[in-house]
């Protein structure tokens, strides 16, 4: 057992982090305040070699491990949960493709997004069907040499921008998830129909919309798996990406920390610095407790799956504890900052924000709990 980095991974991170406090926390409010996608960061991101992280080398990649990626994330989430987001949106959609792909998608699908900056998108949510995913509606039908898919997804991550979607629907809603299957889909096609952006609370810098499908088109060799494995390829990305949003988690939990500590020095009360009074040390303390036991946590979830070891128990741990605590800590960041923490002027109300939508994306605090259910009781 052996919980240090090499000497690669530190060099990764310091990379990261030196990008986020650059390019990142300096635009992070701006960008919040205007809704404003962070395409030019993004590409910087890209051309570090930031973006992208679960593609393979030889299809490729950089090559790295989970543990690799959730370096990264809790790095670029230092710098903003929201921009994050849509970094790790392309993690997400790619996901299935390294996963559930042949060789030859894999090379017709992930090798273009080594070659330039392209943009993807993960469509599994439904209008009527969030925690419930098995209950997708949208249909995927054989029209003879192609697929055709109708129907309608929402809060799907970097719509208005992507270059690819993987679109998850049933080829008979009766068979219920052993109907599920999944489709790669050039969002140019016809038929494929845009929504308009989300005006959300949090995570503002990343582009949310719904997007509808009508009767389109998609070729037979743009099918991962066969047709009813699209529910296991999505069950497996699941256990490969709760643990980078489990760091997105980590990343804005220790910025939310790091602020504390430092406005706790700062600030005077009663004739000496917050950090004197030991209500304020209680609670950077149990800051401090819950980041590294989150990091633990999400560490060893990525760890399992560099192991080619099943880790969806442990996956939901991390995920589910690391975005309760980011909650927590970033809702007492505000506290601790008081009256100017609840102002815009300060950077800790916008993590609060931003922390909210990680227990609900990618399966929300109380699905991990079900899942975590599940797997104790079997």
């Not at 299809?59 to 921009?83: H, R």
């Not at 924000?353 to 990680?358: E, G, N, S, V």
Request: hydrophobic share 40%; with cysteine; aromatic share 8%.
């Amino acid at each position: 057992m052996d919980f240090s980095l090499s000497t690669e991974q530190r060099e990764i991170r310091e990379l990261a982090l030196k990008f986020a406090r650059n390019e990142m926390i300096p635009l992070a409010q701006e960008y919040d305040e205007h809704g404003t996608f962070p395409t030019d960061i993004f590409k910087k991101a890209w051309e570090l070699g930031l973006i992208n992280t679960c593609i393979p080398a030889e299809y490729g990649g950089a090559g790295f491990s989970s543990v690799d990626g959730i370096i990264i994330g809790e790095a670029l989430a230092y710098g903003c949960m929201g921009m994050n987001t849509a970094f790790m949106a392309n993690d997400l959609a790619l996901l299935p493709i390294v996963i559930g792909g042949t060789d030859e998608q894999k090379k017709k699908f992930l090798t273009p997004f080594t070659q330039e900056f392209k943009i993807a998108s993960f469509c599994l949510t439904e209008p009527g069907n969030g925690s419930d995913a098995g209950g997708i509606k949208t249909q995927i039908k054989d029209g003879g040499d192609h697929w055709i898919v109708n129907g309608e997804k929402m809060w799907i991550t970097n719509a208005g921008h992507a270059d690819l979607f993987v679109v998850y629907g049933t080829i008979d809603q009766n068979l219920k998830h052993k109907g599920i299957s999944a489709v790669v889909v050039d969002p140019k096609t016809p038929g494929v129909e845009i929504g308009k952006k989300e005006d959300k609370m949090g995570h503002r810098a990343s582009d949310t919309r719904g997007v509808r499908f009508n009767n389109v088109k998609v070729p037979k060799e743009n099918m991962l798996g066969n047709p009813g494995e699209g529910w296991a390829i999505a069950m497996s990305t699941l256990d490969h990406s709760r643990p980078l949003v489990a760091s997105s988690a980590l990343g804005g939990a220790q910025r939310a920390m790091d602020l504390s500590v430092q406005y706790s020095k700062e600030r005077t009360q009663f004739g000496v610095p917050l950090a004197k009074h030991q209500a304020i040390q209680f609670m950077i303390a149990e800051m401090g407790m819950k980041i590294e036991a989150a990091r633990l946590l999400t560490y060893k979830a990525a760890w399992l799956c560099d192991q080619g070891i099943r880790n969806t128990e442990i996956a939901s741990y991390a995920k589910a504890f690391a975005s309760d605590s980011c909650m927590q800590i970033t809702t007492d960041a505000v506290q601790i900052y008081g009256g100017y923490g609840y102002s815009k002027e300060y950077p800790v109300e916008k993590l609060m924000r931003d922390a909210k939508l990680i227990q609900i994306y990618e399966g929300t605090s109380q699905i991990q709990r079900l899942v975590m259910a599940r797997e104790l009781l079997k």
